[in-house]
């Protein structure tokens, strides 16, 4: 089966413009995650979809941030407008339904804003 | 609030040693723990899942432990080879809440 796939690998862009980053989950998971790795740090939560309905959002840093999941398919999160400290890399994980089954990880999303 | 703490941070070992990289968190109502793998500019990949009523798992030359009441994990790599060279992530799921905590990460580098 194929993986969770995200898309662009790196995206490099000025400060104040915006970005949208995707994710295509394994088919059939119902569960989608975002997180986000900032120079330095630990991975971090941003939120959660069951299918196309937001479970966990707490994660999100501020409102500059936009994430959606249209048809509980596929997921875009958009960063509007970008600042310096938005720079990192964006994960996206998806699972099936059982809360006991792991999480399956794409190869993230590098972004840089200059 | 759930930390997740790994330590070492780095550590860089010759080929064949067995090595032990150790994992703690602060709050015990786990729901699983999970170790992860991750190459240079690549995703994680799932390495072992440990459900909380379990004590350890194992998949060939890797054997991860849970001790919940203590909030300790390890992860044991036997006859570490060059390929093993890695950062090696730890993360909770608790028993609310779908998330993972992670931690900080331990690179590991065998050399030849």
């Known amino acids: 089966e194929a993986g969770v796939t995200q898309f662009p690998s790196h995206s490099v862009i000025e400060k104040g413009q915006t970005v949208t980053l995707r994710c295509d989950p394994i088919s059939g998971h119902d569960n989608l995650y975002w997180y986000r790795r900032v120079m330095g740090k630990e991975i971090k939560f941003l939120l959660h979809?069951?299918?196309?309905?937001?479970?966990?959002e707490s994660g999100m840093p501020n409102n500059r941030f936009l994430a959606e999941r249209t048809g509980g398919t596929y997921s875009t999160l958009k960063v509007q407008p970008a600042e310096l400290e938005d720079s990192g890399v964006y994960f996206c994980?998806?699972?099936?339904?059982?809360?006991?089954?792991?999480?399956?990880f794409g190869n993230g999303t590098r972004l840089t804003v200059t | 609030k759930q930390e997740v703490t790994q330590i070492p941070a780095a550590l860089s070992v010759p080929e064949g040693e067995n090595l032990v990289l150790n994992c703690s968190f602060t709050d015990s109502a786990i729901y699983n723990l999970q170790w992860f793998r991750q190459d240079p500019g690549k995703g994680l990949t799932s390495l072992l899942l440990?459900?909380?009523?379990?004590r350890e798992q194992t998949s060939g030359r890797l054997n991860a432990s849970l001790d919940k009441s203590s909030g300790r994990s390890t992860l044991y790599i036997a006859a570490s080879q060059p390929g093993d060279s890695a950062t090696y992530l730890c993360a909770v799921k608790e028993t609310s809440g779908s998330r993972l905590t992670f931690g900080e990460g331990t690179q590991l580098t065998v050399n030849p």
């Open positions: 979809f069951v299918k196309e309905s937001k479970q966990d």
């Open positions: 994980a998806s699972s099936p339904m059982a809360k006991a089954a792991p999480l399956h």
């Open positions: 440990i459900q909380s009523s379990q």
